[in-house]
């Protein structure tokens, strides 16, 4: 990620969010990815705010704060979390709620 990139983070992150919010959000990820097994492990217990998912709400609500050109640098790593995280969870035969239209994520399953 450019030095460009990291300081429209931090203005958004200033302005909009919180300190630390994306590096937050990428490690909560990166955390979940590490895990052993095929699919991602459901959570014994609903966290919320802690969960994977809140993890890449956190990313969408940076990206459409921020500018053209590091909404492109940080969507190149976006795309390859989005990927792995299909790959690791299920789609869920249910209807998707329409408040969460757009939030693709928070419609998948994660292994019990």
């Given at each position: 990620?450019?030095?460009?990139?990291?300081?429209?983070?931090?203005?958004?992150?200033?302005?909009?969010?919180?300190?630390?919010?994306?590096?937050?959000?990428?490690?909560?990820?990166?955390?979940?990815?590490?895990?052993?097994?095929?699919?991602?492990?459901?959570?014994?217990?609903?966290?919320?705010g802690l969960e994977v998912?809140?993890?890449?709400?956190?990313l969408a609500e940076a990206?459409?704060?921020?500018?053209?050109?590091?909404?492109?640098?940080?969507?190149?790593?976006?795309?390859?979390?989005?990927?792995?995280?299909?790959?690791?969870?299920?789609p869920n035969p249910a209807?998707?709620?329409?408040?969460?239209?757009?939030?693709?994520?928070?419609?998948?399953?994660?292994?019990?």
């Amino acid at each position: 990620m450019s030095a460009r990139t990291r300081a429209a983070i931090r203005r958004v992150e200033d302005e909009r969010m919180w300190p630390n919010a994306v590096a937050d959000a990428l490690r909560r990820i990166e955390w979940a990815f590490e895990q052993p097994g095929t699919y991602l492990a459901a959570s014994e217990v609903d966290s919320p705010g802690l969960e994977v998912e809140d993890a890449r709400d956190d990313l969408a609500e940076a990206m459409r704060r921020l500018p053209p050109g590091a909404r492109r640098d940080l969507g190149r790593l976006i795309d390859r979390i989005d990927d792995e995280f299909e790959r690791r969870t299920l789609p869920n035969p249910a209807p998707m709620s329409r408040r969460l239209v757009g939030c693709w994520w928070w419609s998948r399953i994660r292994d019990r």
